[in-house]
């Protein structure tokens, strides 16, 4: 199970950092990534994290201003989003992966119940 805090809603340029804490398995055996939704459209794969190397890799929209990690003590998985723009506005999900980097989501093993993240002044 996967279970998502720390969406909301931020104005244009802000911060917000997304938390997704992993139970009944161990999150380092895997790799996991975070994908987004945005109204009338599909879910894209924002970023994963390799389980044998730890590197994360992003889209190329949020490169340098989102940043994604795990905590190995905490089981947890997190996504800090910087410079926010009215376009990163969506439901993010964090996921583990039934397949390699990037992630295709229909092999998408487990799924977060998502949390909103709203960019707007």
């Known amino acids: 199970q996967l279970v998502e805090s720390g969406g909301g809603l931020v104005q244009p340029g802000g911060s917000l950092r997304l938390s997704c804490a992993a139970s009944?398995?161990?999150?380092?055996?895997?790799?996991v990534g975070w994908f987004r939704q945005a109204p009338g459209k599909e879910r894209e794969e924002v970023s994963c994290i390799t389980a044998s190397d730890g590197r994360a890799h992003y889209i190329d929209s949020v490169k340098g201003r989102f940043t994604a990690s795990k905590d190995h003590a905490k089981n947890s998985m997190y996504l800090q989003m910087n410079s926010l723009k009215p376009e990163d506005t969506a439901v993010y999900y964090c996921a583990r992966a039934g397949s390699s980097c990037p992630i295709d989501p229909r092999l998408v093993e487990v799924w977060g119940q998502g949390t909103l993240v709203t960019v707007s002044s």
């Open positions: 009944g398995f161990t999150l380092d055996y895997y790799n």
